[in-house]
């Protein structure tokens, strides 16, 4: 008697929220005067400001300060032999470690 009591008012306390849920204010949607990001990301940006030091800089200042940062990216620098026997040496150091945990 009791437990069907209990799933009684389980099953109205749970109907009784899902009607009060049904019935709050949809708040999903954003403000009339908020800008969709589709239209934002087709807007052209004429102003930009150095990655540097922050100064306001024109678009093409930009895209040739962009380029000069790319260009100095890719330049490979040359490692000395021996660092490049050490780094070997510390990868097969390291792949033994793996099959051979005991070693120091």
Same mark, same amino acid.
């Given at each position: 008697?009791?437990?069907?009591?209990?799933?009684?008012?389980?099953? @109205?306390?749970?109907?009784?929220?899902?009607?009060?849920?049904?019935?709050?204010?949809?708040?999903?949607?954003?403000?009339?005067?908020?800008?969709?990001?589709?239209?934002?990301?087709?807007?052209?940006?004429?102003? @930009?400001?150095?990655?540097?030091?922050?100064?306001?800089?024109?678009?093409?200042?930009?895209?040739?300060?962009? @380029?000069?940062?790319?260009?100095?990216?890719?330049?490979?620098?040359?490692?000395?032999?021996?660092?490049?026997?050490?780094?070997?040496?510390?990868?097969?150091?390291?792949?033994?470690?793996?099959?051979?945990?005991?070693?120091?």
């Amino acid at each position: 008697m009791k437990q069907q009591q209990l799933q009684l008012s389980l099953v @109205a306390t749970l109907l009784s929220s899902s009607v009060l849920s049904s019935m709050a204010p949809v708040l999903a949607l954003p403000p009339p005067q908020d800008q969709p990001e589709e239209v934002l990301r087709t807007e052209i940006i004429l102003e @930009a400001r150095s990655p540097i030091d922050g100064e306001p800089m024109t678009a093409a200042e930009y895209a040739e300060l962009q @380029a000069q940062l790319e260009a100095e990216a890719r330049q490979v620098g040359v490692v000395p032999p021996r660092f490049r026997e050490i780094v070997t040496l510390l990868r097969i150091r390291k792949v033994l470690r793996t099959i051979l945990p005991f070693l120091p």
